[in-house]
């Protein structure tokens, strides 16, 4: 399964909002209704950490403000208003398979 | 405290071997998932190899299959990743990362530091 991210590059203004495409080249719904789509942020000179599994739940200290949705092959994650410590690279994984995959990953940066 | 910390990197010759180990902390080891991922220099993160709970699961990305192997070891609560003929497309920062506790892997949420794996003569 392929996983495309857009855009690669988000320049962004403190306060605006933010939103990353990911689709994949097949479906991530599973039987059981689940649809397997992750996103990481990994900021810069660290480990990825986990934001977003299952499409849309945030995971364990995730600030509302990021959100995910989308089902089957497109999905999206938002960020209602980027501040500086969101800048980094943002990358959406499926595991409905194996071998799972992630997309290129977005950069993010504040303008 | 709960966290993984990977350990073995180095640099190794190509054809060569090399063994990763991740330790594990602050969590009950054998219920969760563990896995492997890799990122080389500047480039984005790429998915290695997965465990289930019990090891019965294994999967791997298919330039690796037949040369790395990983495993784990609940009862000393360690993720290994045994690499072999190594390439200079192997060299990388490789990520031990945990999964769920569930019967699919769903999301990693806990990941090492990583340690670095440079293939070069």
């Known amino acids: 399964i392929v996983m495309t991210q857009s855009p690669l590059s988000l320049p962004v203004t403190p306060g605006e909002p933010a939103s990353i495409s990911c689709r994949s080249s097949?479906?991530?719904?599973?039987?059981?209704?689940?649809?397997?789509l992750a996103w990481y942020l990994q900021k810069p000179g660290q480990s990825p950490q986990l934001l977003i599994y299952?499409?849309?739940n945030r995971a364990s200290g995730v600030p509302d403000r990021f959100s995910g949705s989308g089902s089957g092959t497109d999905f999206t994650l938002k960020i209602s208003k980027v501040e500086a410590a969101d800048v980094g690279v943002y990358y959406c994984m499926h595991t409905v398979q194996t071998p799972y995959s992630f997309g290129q990953g977005t950069k993010l940066e504040i303008k | 405290e709960v966290h993984v910390v990977e350990s073995g990197g180095g640099l190794v010759q190509p054809g060569g071997s090399l063994r990763l180990s991740c330790g594990a902390t602050g969590f009950t080891f054998n219920t969760f998932w563990m896995t492997w991922v890799r990122q080389a220099p500047g480039k984005g993160l790429e998915w290695v190899a997965s465990?289930?709970?019990?090891?019965?699961?294994?999967s791997y990305m298919y330039s690796v299959k037949g040369r790395f192997t990983i495993s784990r070891d609940n009862a000393r609560r360690s993720l290994s990743l045994q690499m072999r003929s190594l390439r200079a497309e192997d060299t990388a920062v490789y990520f031990c990362?945990?999964?769920?506790?569930?019967?699919?892997?769903?999301?990693?949420?806990?990941w090492g530091p990583g340690t670095m794996v440079t293939v070069s003569s």
């Open positions: 097949q479906s991530l719904l599973h039987s059981n209704e689940y649809n397997y």
């Open positions: 990362a945990r999964g769920s506790e569930m019967s699919f892997a769903i999301a990693f949420d806990l």
């Open positions: 299952l499409a849309s």
């Open positions: 465990i289930n709970q019990d090891g019965s699961e294994i």
